[in-house]
């Protein structure tokens, strides 16, 4: 598994999902399939559930 790899699983975990990653599976293949979750608006994380700036009173 390269970096790439580890930093875009990471990443998924980060953003509260679980992911087994094939040892067997290329790279590149692996690679393209976790940039497809990350980029996902279903997989991303919403809005709501981060916390809301202070209003600056503009």
């Given amino acids: ?3 790439t790899i580890k ?4 990443e998924v975990e980060r953003r509260g ?3 087994h990653i094939n040892d067997n ?5 692996t ?3 976790l940039r497809e979750i990350l980029a996902c608006p279903d997989c991303a994380p ?6 809301r700036k202070q ?3 503009h």
Wanted: aromatic share 4%; proline share 7%.
């Fill in 31 to 33: 690679e393209t399939f």
């Fill in 25 to 29: 599976l290329p790279d590149e293949i």
């Fill in 7 to 10: 930093r875009l699983k990471a």
């Fill in 55 to 57: 209003s600056s009173g």
């Fill in 17 to 19: 999902g679980r992911i």
């Fill in 46 to 51: 919403r809005e709501a559930a981060r916390p």
């Fill in 1 to 3: 598994m390269n970096d």
